[in-house]
Each structure stands twice: as structure tokens, then as C-alpha cells.
């Protein structure tokens, strides 16, 4: 017998949780394309596995993860953050220009991380801490562009903490759009 379509499954996780039960996402289908609406701050992680026109399911594919960022509205803002609308995710960016404002996101379960941000010639400097441990500083200033992603690496396992971005400039703006926060 020959090919007859696939399944496709998925599990989640939140930034702050573990991932759940998987989830039926497609059942026997054809589709060449499909769009799965993830949540902000989720990672998700999808397999697939083929069936044949008697009935016969093949094994599940190795899952394939990705995340969707976490919005900037989403972070506790500590000091003078200005929220507006812009960006390139969710229609909303924060932005700050004075030494000490803070973005926070406590109790995040993390391995990976990203910064989605607003780069131009004026722009300031922002640091970036993870459990108390600073993973760098991310100078903005460049060609003015919107949605700039910065990685800042990956830990070994994903691990529980608070994640701080803090503008380090003084009168130069930060703006933050996103944060990628992925537990693989």
C-alpha cells in the first residue's frame, strides 16, 4: 500500500512552566503547509509520524521545537518605561532612557535566550542578567531597524530563574520589543 497522509502532534511549555500532555494537531492529513498559532512565551516541539492507505502508522518523527517571544508587555517594568505601540511583534515596544530601568520576568524556566530590539545611532546600551549573573551588555547603537534579535546563548539544561534586562545609557533610548525565552 502507498503513502496516505500523517499525523502531526505537539507538546508545550510556558516561559514559566514544564511542557505538557501532547496534543493532536493534524490527523491523516495531505496539507503541504500549515500554521500552528502559538502563544507568546511558549516553546513548542512537533513530530509527525506517516500512515499508508491500509491503515499502518509509521514511528514518530524526532520532535523539532520552536519557540514564539515572550511580548515586552509581558515583562514587569521597574523605573521610567514608556509603553507604546510599534515594533515588529505584538504591535507594542518599552522604552526607556534613564540608568537603572529595569524589564523583569521572574520565575522563568530557561535554557536559551533573545532579545528582540530597536537598534539606531542614538540608541543606548542594555545589560542582560540571568540568575544574578550578567550574560552581556548589547550596544543598540546602529543603523536604525526594528526587530533586531540578539542571541545571548544557551545554558547547558534549562534551568528556573529571573532574566533582568537593564538599560546601562544614560539619556539614550532602549527599546525592547521582545524577549525568545526556550526551554530547549
Given at each position: ?30 496539507l ?20 499508508d ?37 505584538e ?18 524556566r530557561?535554557?536559551?535566550f ?7 545611532p ?17 550596544d ?12 545571548m ?7 528556573s530563574g529571573?532574566?533582568v534586562?537593564?538599560v546601562?545609557?544614560?539619556g539614550r ?12
Amino acid at each position: 500500500s502507498g503513502p496516505a497522509g500523517f499525523d502531526l502532534r505537539f507538546r508545550r511549555s510556558t516561559a514559566k512552566g514544564d511542557f505538557g500532555e501532547r496534543t493532536t494537531w493534524l490527523q491523516a492529513t495531505t496539507l503541504n503547509g500549515s500554521t500552528l498559532m502559538g502563544k507568546p512565551g511558549s516553546t513548542y516541539c512537533i513530530e509527525a509520524h506517516g500512515l499508508d492507505e491500509v491503515g499502518n502508522t509509521g514511528v514518530w518523527s524526532p520532535e523539532s521545537c520552536t519557540a514564539v517571544p515572550l511580548d515586552d508587555r509581558s515583562l514587569l517594568a521597574k523605573g521610567s518605561w514608556i509603553r507604546a505601540p510599534g515594533g515588529v511583534f505584538e504591535d507594542s515596544t518599552s522604552t526607556a532612557k534613564a540608568r537603572g530601568a529595569r524589564l523583569v520576568v521572574k520565575e522563568a524556566r530557561v535554557r536559551r535566550f533573545a532579545i528582540m530590539a530597536r537598534t539606531c545611532p542614538e540608541c543606548g546600551t542594555v545589560r542582560v542578567s540571568w540568575r544574578g549573573k550578567v550574560l552581556g551588555t548589547i550596544d543598540l547603537s546602529a543603523p536604525e531597524q526594528d526587530g533586531v534579535i540578539f542571541s545571548m546563548g544557551t545554558k547547558g539544561k534549562a534551568r528556573s530563574g529571573t532574566l533582568v534586562l537593564e538599560v546601562r545609557s544614560k539619556g539614550r533610548p532602549v527599546t525592547i520589543d521582545a524577549v525568545g525565552i526556550t526551554r530547549v
